[in-house]
């Protein structure tokens, strides 16, 4: 079976390929590298660089190969980019994906899975947050998100396009070998910044705010395994191929830690002493996510394998020391 992956070169998406690839798959990978790295593409799928709008770029990957499913994580995902450029994501966002949507309909492909967030959600109505809470975004990215959704709906309704949309809490974490990671630019995510910090790059952690209301006063947030949430992307795959039907899923670990907490097992792991300071808040944080991943467990089997932030951490750092400047070192 062949599985064309847009956005195979980023962060979720170059693990998920790798995984594929390892249960016997063929990939092939779809990117801009405007975010992506090439080096993140595992040599054994072809990589053809380019942007999901362009129409005949597409045309080009689909009538040179027989595609049965898509993986779609082509986007931008900076939040708070996502609030000063609305613009940009929702052309990116919605734009790219609709295109693409547009040519699996011409050639007939029926199935894909889409990488959305929790950030669909906004601020929670309740914790756990359950896929059938309400869903008001506060910012660009998780608009063009949950706006992809709602035509993946109309897809489906008028075409019988079959998805399955997994809707991430944090990612984090990297591949087992060590030879694939988290590399943003700019890094704005807790524990790569973190680790930074750990190897000397950064100065100190900026702790966003210490007065919401949680026990240490720092918000909290539900960390998932990339290799984890990888695997879910097969999952979900399979069964919405099997059962010829749409669904969509939360992927977490349901457990919640405040940045202090992570701050402090980085410095169980790396043994360093990570210094912190206090900052005041970043806009549009709210003070608890974490996922009700329930539905997922019980509907496909989906067992993550990385149950504790040490782990999640442990192999994080093993990337970072690998990699201290990400897939710019040899
Ligand atoms: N944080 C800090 N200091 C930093 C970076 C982050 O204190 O230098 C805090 C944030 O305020 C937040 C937590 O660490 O409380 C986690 O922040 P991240 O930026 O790592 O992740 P977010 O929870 O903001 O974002 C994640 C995904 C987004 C998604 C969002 C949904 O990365 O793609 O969840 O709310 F949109």
Redesign the pocket.
């Known amino acids: 079976m062949k599985v064309l992956v847009c956005g195979g070169a980023g962060y979720i998406g170059s693990h998920t390929v790798k995984e594929l690839l390892e249960q016997g798959y063929d990939v092939i990978v779809v990117d801009s590298l405007e975010t992506g790295h090439k080096k993140a593409v595992d040599e054994r799928a072809p990589l053809y660089v380019g942007n999901l709008s362009d129409e005949s770029f597409l045309e080009d990957v689909f009538s040179k190969h027989s595609i049965d499913a898509v993986i779609d994580f082509a986007a931008y995902?900076l939040?708070g980019e996502s609030v000063t450029e609305p613009a940009k994501y929702f052309e990116n966002n919605i734009g790219g994906t609709l295109s693409l949507l547009k040519k699996m309909r011409k050639y007939n492909v029926k199935y894909i899975v889409f990488s959305s967030?929790?950030?669909t959600y906004g601020e929670p109505e309740g914790i756990p947050i359950l896929e059938s809470d309400k869903t008001v975004p506060t910012?660009p990215?998780?608009e063009s998100k949950l706006c992809v959704e709602k035509i993946l709906h109309w897809f489906d309704e008028a075409y019988g396009t079959k998805y399955a949309v997994l809707r991430?809490?944090?990612?984090a974490g990297a591949h087992k070998s060590g030879t694939i990671g988290e590399d943003h630019f700019p890094e704005?995510?807790?524990?790569p910044?973190i680790l930074q910090t750990a190897l000397g790059k950064r100065e100190f952690?900026?702790?966003?705010?210490d007065d919401y209301a949680t026990e240490d006063g720092?918000?909290i947030?539900d960390y998932i395994h990339v290799t984890d949430l990888a695997q879910a992307h097969i999952l979900a795959l399979e069964k919405t191929m099997e059962e010829n039907k749409s669904r969509t899923y939360n992927l977490g670990n349901g457990k919640g830690f405040s940045?202090k907490e992570?701050v402090e097992m980085a410095r169980k792991v790396t043994g360093k002493e990570i210094p912190a300071k206090i900052?005041p808040?970043?806009a549009g944080?709210?003070s608890v996510?974490i996922a009700s991943s329930e539905k997922i467990i019980k509907e496909l089997g989906w067992e993550p394998k990385y149950n504790t932030l040490e782990e999640i951490i442990a192999s994080a750092w093993q990337w970072h020391q690998k990699h201290p400047n990400g897939y710019e070192d040899k």
């Open positions: 995902s939040v967030t929790a950030a910012n990215y998780g991430y809490f944090n990612a704005s995510h807790l524990i910044i952690i900026g702790i966003f705010g720092t918000c947030r940045v992570v900052e808040r970043r944080d709210p996510l």
